[in-house]
Nanobody
Framework: QVQLVESGGGLVQAGGSLRLSCEAS????????MAWFRQAPGEDRYLVGG????????HYDARVKGRFTISRDNVKNMVYLQMNSLKPEDTALYSC???????????????WGQGTQVTVAS
């Protein structure tokens, strides 16, 4: 497993931008598919964006496609989520996750960060 620590959350006005960062430590980060999940109060957690081990393939939930961009740096062991044109409905706890896989979406994510709160004010 890898250990994951997120940062970059906060309060932003609607229409604004934030960049979330996830620092990974441990072995074999480049063997992991990585993803950002989010969960709002009273709702299920779901995958917002996923990226494969090399960073050349990504997948997004329809609710954020065109506004969010996931990326990774395998030298720095970092994963990022650039969030633009934020909406109040993007308010949630955002968590970074990793799973050993060569696909974009891992069959199972076995490493999770503690999450970072994003609040979008209208």
């Amino acid at each position: 497993q890898v250990q994951l620590v997120e940062s970059g959350g906060g309060l932003v006005q609607a229409g604004g931008s934030l960049r979330l960062s996830c620092e990974a430590s441990g072995r074999s980060f480049s063997d992991y598919a990585m993803a950002w999940f989010r969960q709002a109060p009273g709702e299920d957690r779901y995958l917002v964006g996923g990226i494969n081990w090399s960073g050349d393939s990504t997948h997004y939930d329809a609710r954020v496609k065109g506004r969010f961009t996931i990326s990774r740096d395998n030298v720095k062991n970092m994963v990022y989520l650039q969030m633009n044109s934020l909406k109040p409905e993007d308010t949630a706890l955002y968590s970074c996750a990793g799973g050993p896989s060569r696909t974009i979406i891992a069959p199972r994510y076995n490493s999770w960060g503690q999450g970072t709160q994003v609040t979008v004010a209208s």
